[in-house]
């Protein structure tokens, strides 16, 4: 089992910045790849970065270029640097690990809201 703690959501203006911080706790040496996803009302859920234990990272299109995901791995510790922020970013931004055993675990959503 692994347990996710996210932190750092908010309200910023559009042109803002945030960063997102999600520490792991219990089968740490078990994880394989870390990152992010996002849903908005009415909308899919959708995979926004990942950061696999090989250190390779992916994108969505919609941010790449204004979002950085990061890792570290002394701390068990995904962050997700989120800059020239958008109002369609809005939306509730999910942690994830997967574990080398191929189940995948859930942080409990952190609220990230872009208006002026």
């Known amino acids: 089992q692994v347990q996710l703690v996210e932190s750092g959501g908010g309200l910023v203006q559009p042109g803002g910045s945030l960063r997102l911080s999600c520490s792991a706790s219990?089968?740490?040496?078990?994880?394989?790849?870390m990152g992010w996803y996002r849903q908005a009302p009415g909308k899919e859920r959708e995979l926004v970065a990942s950061?696999?234990?090989?250190?390779?990272?992916d994108y969505a299109d919609s941010v790449k270029g204004r979002f950085t995901i990061s890792r570290d791995n002394a701390k068990n510790t995904v962050y997700l640097q989120m800059n020239s922020l958008k109002a369609e970013d809005t939306a509730v931004y999910y942690c994830y690990t997967s574990t080398l055993s191929g189940n995948i675990y859930w942080g409990q959503g952190t609220q990230v809201t872009v208006s002026s």
């Open positions: 950061n696999r234990r090989s250190g390779s990272r």
């Open positions: 219990g089968s740490i040496a078990s994880i394989n790849g």
